[in-house]
């Protein structure tokens, strides 16, 4: 079921949206779990580290600002849920590192 319908969904990935994109997969049944997140800040390098999980998916990003960091890790969960479908395209990968602060 889960990645027949995901393929449904005609989802493009954007960074700039990922956290309500993913939220919207859930809400329309393409996920049966509710994206979960975990936040951690590294003092030393004043970064965000947030993970994200769903459908024994993850994701993480690194950022300056703890909403930078959680859209990256959505939008890294919305790329491989997809990439999981059969669904794949080498710019949505690029984009996550152009976008880590690492």
């Not at 956290?19 to 390098?45: A, G, R």
């Not at 004043?46 to 990256?72: D, L, M």
Request: proline share 2%; glycine share 4%.
């Amino acid at each position: 079921g889960l990645w027949k319908n995901m393929k449904d969904a005609r989802i493009v990935p954007d960074i700039e949206n990922s956290i309500n994109q993913l939220q919207e997969l859930y809400q329309k049944k393409y996920l049966d779990s509710v994206p979960e997140y975990e936040y951690e800040h590294d003092d030393f390098t004043n970064r965000w580290h947030v993970s994200c999980r769903t459908e024994g998916i993850s994701g993480w990003g690194k950022a300056k600002s703890k909403v930078r960091a959680k859209k990256i890790a959505a939008y890294m969960v919305i790329v491989h849920l997809l990439e999981s479908a059969g669904i794949s395209d080498d710019a949505w990968k690029s984009i996550i590192w152009q976008n880590m602060e690492l």
